[in-house]
């Protein structure tokens, strides 16, 4: 029992230990300056003190981030790691609220290469469909990012009053060219006679600049944007930018914006990693990983923890996303195709654009139109894809009726595939059956050695551990955190071989006799142990002989006639190991 009670609990720090020091979930991101955030209660007189102390002592100047942080005493300085925890040590934190890196993100954007005729990103959206309810009239998207220029196509889009929060000045306009071509994928302007399409061509464009030529940008600056974006009517908010490190200040914006009924729409990241960039990784953020032109993930697409939604974002061999925008070398008009999250996410801003003009004003509400009515993805077991791939038609549909009726969840079955047969059997509900069924024979093959089992817990856990595992698990999503430890606890021991990867494949090691074997050896002479051990044994049984019939695929033989051979050899082998120990224990007693 207390080697059992030791594995359980290996088992368990492992797990915890997987987490804690999964990439993911604690990425940090570079800064070259510090924010402090001083108390609002604090005179400025006293404040002016801190800043003054903090030069003599530093050799640092502390400035207010721009003119829009004088009511929340917004400050940054120039500091690395070293002066961020002398600061925080300091009886500073006494008068701030938070000190914290002014992370820099960068504009996320992959290539610059020649331009494409069509536009098969809108194709793919069902755009032609959405337009014939709405255009996105009344509404103001806000693009936070190198700025927007007036290029001959936004000619005829309506733009609102921005703000440069880089040079600190009204005229946002862009120096890079990755704002503009962002903005034109969500309101470029149409049906004009030259160029190309927006999504959501009748919607304003408010320009908001944060990232300098070269495409970088600060937390502070970011955090500003969203504030202004909110205090100043925009609707919906686009980030095409990210970076690692979570910011206080960043979340605070954020949740301030969403308290306004802003939208909230950011690009997962470009690092084809395992987790959203921030800001797309914060709750009230809608975050979007990107698609190539056949529908797939895009190679360089982040995916999984916090991936809320796809969209077309292109790749470099088989379609861009085309936009007209300015040459960041000269300055000029040019139609370029750019890859990237950076350019998903605009699809996204653009559609919820359209969902808030047809009368959805609530972000929560707004996000889930979006998801509700984008298109499934049947298996998607790393998270490639969120709730699914952006439908500009089935959305702007699903707002217009505010709910969804009988007829559209009829016509939702059906566009899904849900009212096929063959969708049941290859891979819906009913694939929760061969687990089931790994359980039920499981039991049943303990049923023929029941002269000689005891009923206990050991033995009980064994049969589910090797048979399926707590296979209801696997479904378990819990946001910003990876899916793989969902699939290792909800996976039996012969599927763990292939369950960080989320291969259908077993492993040949994991999924033989090796195993039960081993553990038998180990746990023989153990009263309680040895019954887990026998336990294990017949789970191991059940489901590689369930797996012989039902899907045979295993590494390096496939799926034919091999791969079922040996894992039909190898149930029988654990189910003679399971009798021999259980039939030797009750010669013994």
Same mark, same amino acid.
């Given at each position: 029992?207390?080697?059992?009670?030791?594995?359980?609990?290996?088992?368990?720090? =492992?797990?915890?230990?997987?987490?804690?020091?999964?990439?993911?979930?604690?990425?940090?991101?570079?800064?070259?300056?510090?924010?402090?955030?001083?108390?609002?209660?604090?005179?400025?007189?006293?404040?002016?003190?801190?800043?003054?102390?903090?030069?003599?002592? $530093?050799?640092?100047?502390?400035?207010?981030?721009?003119?829009?942080?004088?009511?929340?005493?917004?400050?940054?300085?120039?500091?690395?790691?070293?002066?961020?925890?002398?600061? %925080?040590?300091?009886? !500073?934190?006494?008068?701030?609220?938070?000190?914290?890196?002014?992370?820099?993100?960068?504009? !996320?954007?992959?290539?610059?290469?020649?331009?494409?005729?069509?536009? *098969?990103?809108?194709?793919?959206?069902?755009?032609?469909?959405? *337009?014939?309810?709405?255009?996105?009239?009344?509404?103001?998207?806000?693009?936070?990012?190198?700025?927007?220029? %007036?290029?001959?196509?936004?000619?005829?889009?309506?733009?609102?009053?921005?703000?440069?929060?880089?040079?600190?000045?009204?005229?946002?306009?862009?120096?890079?060219?990755?704002?503009?071509?962002?903005?034109?994928?969500? #309101?470029?302007?149409?049906?004009? =006679? $030259?160029?190309?399409?927006?999504?959501?061509?009748?919607?304003?464009?408010?320009?908001?600049?944060?990232?300098?030529?070269?495409?970088?940008?600060?937390?502070?600056?970011?955090?500003? #944007?969203?504030?202004?974006?909110?205090?100043?009517?925009?609707?919906?908010?686009?980030?095409?930018?990210?970076?690692?490190?979570?910011?206080?200040?960043?979340?605070?914006?954020?949740?301030?914006?969403?308290?306004?009924?802003?939208?909230?729409?950011?690009? #997962?990241?470009?690092?084809? #990693?395992?987790?959203?960039?921030?800001?797309?990784?914060?709750?009230?953020?809608?975050?979007?990983?990107?698609?190539?032109?056949?529908?797939?993930?895009?190679?360089?697409?982040?995916?999984?923890?916090?991936?809320?939604?796809?969209?077309?974002?292109?790749?470099?061999?088989?379609?861009?996303?085309?936009?007209?925008?300015?040459?960041?070398?000269?300055?000029?008009?040019?139609?370029?195709?750019?890859?990237?999250?950076?350019?998903?996410?605009?699809?996204?801003?653009?559609?919820?654009?359209?969902?808030?003009?047809?009368?959805?004003?609530?972000?929560?509400?707004? $996000?889930?139109?979006?998801?509700?009515?984008? !298109?499934?993805?049947?298996?998607?077991? !790393?998270?490639?894809?969120?709730?699914?791939?952006?439908?500009?038609?089935?959305?702007?549909?699903?707002?217009?009726?505010?709910?969804?009726?009988?007829?559209?969840?009829?016509?939702?079955? %059906?566009?899904?595939?849900?009212?096929?047969?063959?969708?049941?059997?290859?891979?819906?509900?009913?694939?929760?059956?061969?687990?089931?069924?790994?359980?039920?024979?499981?039991?049943?093959?303990?049923?023929?050695?029941?002269?000689?089992?005891?009923?206990?817990?050991?033995?009980?856990?064994?049969?589910?551990?090797?048979?399926?595992?707590?296979?209801?698990?696997?479904?378990?999503?819990?946001?910003?955190?990876?899916? *793989?430890?969902?699939?290792?606890?909800?996976?039996?021991?012969?599927?763990?071989?292939?369950?960080?990867?989320?291969?259908?494949?077993?492993?040949?090691?994991?999924?033989?006799?090796?195993?039960?074997?081993?553990?038998?050896?180990?746990?023989?002479?153990?009263? &309680?142990?040895? *019954?887990?051990?026998?336990?294990?044994?017949?789970?191991?049984?059940?489901?590689?002989?369930?797996?012989?019939?039902?899907?045979?695929?295993?590494?390096?033989?496939?799926?034919?006639?091999?791969?079922?051979?040996?894992?039909?050899?190898?149930?029988?082998?654990?189910?003679?190991?399971? $009798?021999?120990?259980?039939?030797?224990?009750? &010669?013994?007693?």
């Amino acid at each position: 029992m207390k080697k059992f009670l030791l594995f359980s609990l290996l088992f368990v720090v =492992g797990i915890w230990f997987a987490l804690s020091n999964f990439k993911g979930l604690a990425a940090q991101g570079e800064f070259d300056s510090i924010i402090l955030d001083f108390r609002e209660d604090i005179p400025t007189t006293e404040i002016s003190q801190q800043i003054e102390a903090i030069a003599r002592e $530093y050799d640092r100047t502390a400035n207010l981030n721009s003119i829009f942080s004088v009511g929340d005493n917004i400050y940054t300085l120039k500091g690395d790691k070293d002066l961020l925890n002398a600061l %925080r040590k300091s009886s !500073l934190s006494q008068d701030t609220e938070y000190i914290e890196p002014n992370y820099i993100y960068e504009a !996320l954007e992959t290539a610059n290469d020649p331009r494409y005729n069509e536009q *098969w990103n809108l194709q793919k959206i069902n755009i032609e469909k959405a *337009w014939d309810e709405t255009k996105g009239d009344g509404i103001t998207v806000a693009v936070i990012d190198t700025g927007v220029s %007036r290029v001959p196509d936004l000619k005829q889009t309506n733009f609102v009053k921005g703000y440069d929060f880089v040079n600190n000045k009204e005229n946002a306009s862009d120096d890079n060219g990755h704002g503009t071509h962002v903005a034109g994928t969500i #309101a470029q302007s149409t049906n004009n =006679g $030259y160029g190309v399409a927006g999504v959501a061509y009748k919607a304003k464009i408010m320009p908001l600049k944060v990232l300098s030529r070269s495409g970088g940008g600060t937390v502070a600056d970011i955090a500003e #944007a969203i504030r202004f974006a909110a205090d100043n009517g925009a609707d919906v908010i686009n980030m095409s930018l990210g970076g690692g490190g979570e910011s206080k200040l960043m979340k605070e914006a954020i949740d301030y914006a969403f308290s306004k009924n802003v939208a909230i729409i950011a690009a #997962a990241g470009n690092s084809n #990693a395992n987790s959203s960039s921030y800001p797309a990784r914060y709750p009230k953020v809608l975050s979007v990983s990107a698609l190539n032109s056949t529908g797939s993930k895009a190679s360089y697409s982040n995916y999984g923890a916090g991936v809320d939604i796809s969209a077309p974002g292109g790749d470099r061999e088989g379609g861009k996303i085309l936009q007209e925008t300015i040459s960041p070398r000269t300055g000029e008009p040019i139609f370029v195709g750019l890859v990237g999250t950076s350019m998903a996410s605009p699809h996204v801003a653009g559609v919820a654009a359209l969902v808030k003009a047809s009368g959805v004003s609530n972000p929560e509400q707004v $996000y889930s139109v979006l998801k509700q009515s984008s !298109l499934k993805v049947e298996k998607d077991p !790393l998270n490639y894809y969120g709730a699914g791939q952006l439908d500009a038609s089935a959305a702007v549909q699903q707002a217009e009726k505010g709910k969804i009726t009988f007829r559209d969840f009829f016509r939702w079955l %059906r566009d899904n595939g849900y009212l096929n047969p063959g969708f049941w059997f290859d891979g819906g509900a009913v694939a929760l059956i061969p687990k089931i069924i790994m359980v039920v024979v499981g039991y049943l093959l303990a049923w023929f050695l029941r002269n000689y089992l005891p009923w206990t817990w050991a033995l009980n856990g064994g049969i589910i551990m090797g048979s399926s595992g707590l296979f209801f698990l696997q479904g378990f999503y819990i946001f910003d955190l990876p899916q *793989w430890p969902f699939r290792v606890m909800g996976s039996s021991i012969p599927e763990l071989g292939n369950a960080i990867q989320g291969s259908i494949q077993l492993n040949p090691i994991f999924a033989s006799v090796l195993i039960p074997f081993g553990l038998v050896a180990l746990l023989l002479a153990n009263p &309680q142990g040895k *019954w887990f051990a026998i336990g294990t044994s017949i789970g191991f049984a059940s489901c590689l002989g369930v797996s012989a019939v039902v899907s045979p695929a295993l590494w390096g033989l496939g799926t034919g006639i091999a791969a079922q051979s040996f894992l039909a050899i190898n149930a029988l082998l654990c189910f003679g190991l399971a $009798y021999l120990a259980s039939k030797g224990e009750k &010669q013994l007693a």
